[in-house]
């Protein structure tokens, strides 16, 4: 291949860490400037930067959304509205999470996919609307958040708070803080932490969920461990109590269930994709696990008719012991998401590296 030939550049311009870019093909060092540049007069050529770890940008009608991006290559976005992780991608790229394909970036619509905050109601458990507000409000960039017990050295990360409104309170009549820290680890792995605090003089209760949406390569390729043994509540069935009996949840019709008590690591294993998403969750002692199927996926206007083939809920909650908050009080509910390949043995997953490892 031939040499290629560098532009040349004014004097001002900073010479450190230059790449340039020509058909695609990187001929020079990983950038580390914060801007993308393009040198006038040379046509196809460009000098492209790393890009910042956070930024903030507009996304879809006009929403705005922030991007973290982790230096090997992952990253994630979230939107102000609704504080929702519509996107999270491994370094190369893979989107993890689900989105539909009608999904709807229009309020007051919840954001069908990605991970949704059910907040102060998850389902039909209350009084409020299916899954609370929290989801369908707009959210704050939280400037001067309260220091965690330890610091944390990502530079990936963003706060967020969301306080009620005046017509929030005439619908739910309770003060609080709700402060989201969403992080995206050195390996990729995506960090929710949520922090509520009750700043009433009257006790505050709710129930929650991180309603995680995961992508799927078929849903009859998929098998939930984990949950086993464990007691649920079968939403399809008046809420009715049953005993998981199988070795492992697979999907062969639609599925919602409330499993109770539950591990605080839980596996999903996707055969065709050979990958293992782990979920380790902490003050979340429930996991709902949902698929609509074919009859419902067609009965909602914000979800492809096909698009069940691709998804499935797995979702960290507190749903069916409600959590009271004296005034004060503060609690907090964590989820961490990664993605690992799948370890085999004859067909199956070896559960001792992904669930006690």
């Known amino acids: 291949m031939e040499k290629p030939t560098y532009p040349r550049l004014p004097p001002s311009f900073p010479s450190s860490d230059i790449c340039f870019w020509k058909g695609g093909e990187k001929f020079?060092?990983?950038?580390?400037?914060?801007?993308?540049?393009?040198?006038?007069?040379?046509?196809?050529?460009?000098?492209?930067?790393?890009?910042?770890?956070?930024?903030?940008?507009?996304?879809v009608n006009g929403l705005d959304k922030v991007v973290l991006r982790e230096v090997r290559g992952s990253s994630a976005e979230v939107y102000l509205y609704g504080g929702h992780v519509t996107s999270w991608r491994n370094d190369h790229g893979e989107e993890l999470l689900f989105l539909s394909t009608k999904a709807i970036f229009k309020p007051p619509k919840a954001i069908r996919?990605?991970?949704?905050?059910?907040?102060?109601?998850?389902?039909?458990?209350?009084?409020?609307?299916?899954?609370?507000?929290?989801?369908?409000?707009?959210?704050?960039?939280?400037?001067?958040?309260?220091?965690?017990?330890?610091?944390?050295?990502n530079k990936a990360l963003i706060d967020l708070i969301f306080k009620p409104s005046e017509e929030d309170l005439k619908t739910w009549p309770h003060s609080y803080e709700f402060r989201?820290?969403?992080?995206?680890?050195?390996?990729?792995?995506?960090?929710?932490?949520?922090?509520i605090r009750n700043i009433d003089a009257k006790p505050l209760s709710f129930t929650f969920a991180y309603h995680t949406y995961l992508s799927v390569s078929d849903i009859s390729e998929v098998r939930v461990e984990g949950l086993e043994t464990l007691d649920f509540l079968?939403?399809?069935?008046?809420?009715?109590?049953?005993?998981?009996?199988?070795d492992a949840i697979t999907f062969e019709s639609e599925v919602d269930k409330i499993y109770l008590a539950t591990p605080t690591k839980i596996a999903v294993i996707d055969h065709e994709k050979k990958r293992t998403f782990v979920l380790r969750k902490d003050g979340l002692p429930d996991a709902v696990v949902w698929n609509p199927w074919e009859k419902k996926a067609k009965s909602m206007a914000d979800f492809g008719d096909d698009d069940y083939k691709h998804m499935l809920c797995v979702e960290a909650a507190a749903v069916?012991?409600?959590?009271?908050?004296?005034?004060?009080?503060?609690?907090?509910?964590?989820?961490?998401?990664?993605?690992?390949?799948?370890?085999?043995?004859s067909g199956q997953l070896d559960p001792q590296r992904v669930l006690q490892g």
């Not at 079968?234 to 199988?246: I, P, S, V």
């Not at 509910?333 to 390949?341: D, I, M, N, T």
Request: positive net charge; charged residues 25%; aromatic residues 10%.
């Open 180 to 195: 989201l820290r969403i992080t995206l680890g050195p390996g990729g792995d995506l960090m929710l932490t949520s922090r």
């Open 234 to 246: 079968d939403n399809l069935k008046a809420k009715e109590r049953f005993t998981e009996q199988g």
């Open 113 to 153: 996919g990605g991970i949704p905050i059910c907040f102060p109601q998850f389902g039909s458990h209350g009084n409020l609307d299916q899954h609370g507000f929290a989801r369908n409000r707009f959210w704050s960039i939280d400037t001067n958040p309260p220091p965690f017990p330890t610091v944390s050295t």
């Open 28 to 59: 020079a060092t990983r950038c580390k400037l914060r801007q993308v540049f393009r040198v006038l007069g040379y046509g196809s050529w460009a000098m492209s930067v790393e890009k910042p770890p956070v930024e903030i940008c507009k996304g």
């Open 320 to 345: 069916e012991k409600v959590i009271t908050l004296k005034p004060g009080e503060e609690w907090k509910g964590r989820l961490e998401l990664s993605a690992v390949p799948s370890s085999y043995r």
